[in-house]
């Protein structure tokens, strides 16, 4: 039995389904959970952009202030910081004394080095470390992480020859009952608050487990689900795809809680395509989780995991415009406004603006993907640098790229023009090509 527990949270910000918070309570006598929002990511990085916009902030605060509610009413507390975890988690454990540091396994490389080093600062501590975004532990996968499939098709097989979704663990009830917290009062004078975060923004996802729980309860209470493969590509209606992904990515939802309540609709109300369709989606995020375990530093490498560096340039006029939604594809336009007015976009949108970003604008796909960290809600690693990977055909996709004819696109997704003009896609663009002294000049 340990004196005092810490946990550490990251990505995992719930109670539901959550090991660690199970194990740390049946082992210590007391627990501290600790939230520690570094710095860096509200400063500029290598590309010029934030880490986190102010838009997935204020749904992260949302996300913290729900979780936090919980934690008072089992009589605990939520600290939150915005400090390096390497400052603040050092802090908090020579403070209290801490026995035992329980923190979900992380695909992110950043993430994985502070762990590594927290647990050679601290060797003499317990450190418990447990998956908590997947369906299954590596332990459980059919093959080695390094032996990982070179594509998804063949991932899925893998997976579904083998039975595999029968083998997810049942997801954990909230814990009952929770240690409590030792005295906190003069830690948190140690530890820089949060600053909060006002926006404008669209009130369509609103952050925390709570949230995520009355959606999923009111998605399979419809009947979307069994229409989703025949809806997932609509580009501006919210009851055409499932949503998922904003709570996902913060942890407010377990992805093991969401499969079982797909599995709970499909035993009451029949499986077909579009159910299946669900899965499928589960599994692609399910792929580049473990991709981004296998591959490391090179989900972030403009080669990518070909290590064939693809052709390409940098133009700041054609960068800005594209993030802007001022380029000369109005398709484009109107799924970039939309991101930059909400925070979200549709996934057929995403690749339609990832395809022109590359192909159309010749751009290095890693500013794209910088960019979408920076703007999305439901911004994931592994999903969204895996997925531009995939689109700039440096990644798992066997054709090499994926171009996408916009026009074509607009005709199928948009032919009547309406999610254009909800979004303002037809605005006047500015020329991208300058002339020697930086004024623009028509191209033909």
């Known amino acids: 039995m340990y004196r005092i527990g810490l946990i550490w949270l990251q990505h995992d910000l719930r109670l539901d389904d959550h090991p660690l918070i199970h194990q740390a309570a049946s082992e210590c006598q007391q627990l501290i959970f600790l939230y520690c929002l570094p710095p860096q990511s509200m400063q500029a990085n290598r590309y010029s952009l934030h880490s986190m916009g102010t838009l997935r902030k204020h749904f992260l605060q949302q996300t913290l202030a729900d979780l936090a509610r919980q934690l008072r009413a089992y009589g605990q507390t939520l600290l939150t910081c915005q400090h390096d975890p390497l400052t603040a988690l050092p802090l908090v454990m020579q403070h209290h004394r801490i026995d035992a540091i329980y923190y979900s396994e992380a695909a992110g490389t950043y993430e994985q080095h502070y762990q590594r080093l927290l647990q050679q600062r601290f060797p003499y501590i317990a450190h418990h470390c447990e998956t908590s975004a997947t369906l299954w532990r590596a332990s459980q996968l059919p093959f080695a992480i390094d032996e990982l499939p070179a594509s998804f098709s063949k991932f899925r097989k893998c997976i579904e020859q083998e039975n595999l979704r029968d083998t997810v663990a049942a997801p954990l009830a909230t814990p009952t009952q929770l240690p409590p917290a030792p005295v906190l009062s003069q830690l948190k004078t140690l530890l820089r608050p949060i600053e909060a975060t006002t926006t404008n923004a669209s009130a369509a996802f609103q952050g925390g487990s709570q949230a995520a729980q009355a959606?999923?309860?009111?998605?399979?209470?419809?009947?979307?689900?069994?229409?989703?493969?025949?809806?997932?590509?609509?580009?501006?209606?919210?009851?055409?795809?499932?949503?998922?992904?904003?709570?996902?990515?913060?942890?407010?939802?377990?992805?093991?809680?969401?499969?079982?309540?797909?599995?709970?609709?499909?035993?009451?109300?029949?499986?077909?395509?579009?159910?299946?369709?669900?899965?499928?989606?589960?599994?692609?995020?399910?792929?580049?989780?473990?991709?981004?375990?296998?591959?490391?530093?090179?989900?972030?490498?403009?080669?990518?995991?070909k290590q064939q560096r693809p052709t390409t340039s940098f133009y700041p006029s054609r960068f800005r415009q594209w993030c802007s939604g001022t380029t000369a594809y109005p398709i484009v336009n109107a799924c970039m406004r939309q991101l930059n007015a909400t925070g979200y976009m549709s996934n057929r949108g995403r690749q339609l603006v990832a395809s022109c970003f590359v192909h159309e604008l010749q751009l290095d796909w890693r500013y794209g993907a910088a960019y979408f960290e920076q703007q999305l809600l439901d911004y994931d690693v592994a999903s969204n640098w895996g997925n531009w990977q995939y689109l700039a055909g440096v990644g798992a996709d066997p054709r090499g790229h994926r171009r996408f004819d916009l026009a074509k696109q607009t005709q199928q997704y948009d032919p009547d023009g309406v999610f254009i003009r909800r979004w303002q896609g037809e605005q006047p663009h500015q020329s991208d090509w300058l002339d020697a002294a930086d004024w623009p000049v028509e191209h033909s």
């Open 215 to 305: 959606h999923l309860e009111s998605y399979f209470s419809s009947a979307a689900p069994l229409h989703y493969k025949q809806t997932r590509n609509a580009l501006d209606d919210w009851s055409s795809s499932t949503k998922f992904s904003p709570w996902l990515a913060t942890g407010a939802l377990s992805v093991r809680r969401l499969l079982q309540r797909l599995t709970a609709y499909e035993q009451t109300h029949g499986s077909n395509d579009s159910t299946y369709w669900i899965f499928f989606e589960l599994l692609w995020r399910e792929y580049f989780q473990w991709y981004a375990h296998r591959y490391q530093q090179r989900l972030f490498a403009s080669s990518g995991i």
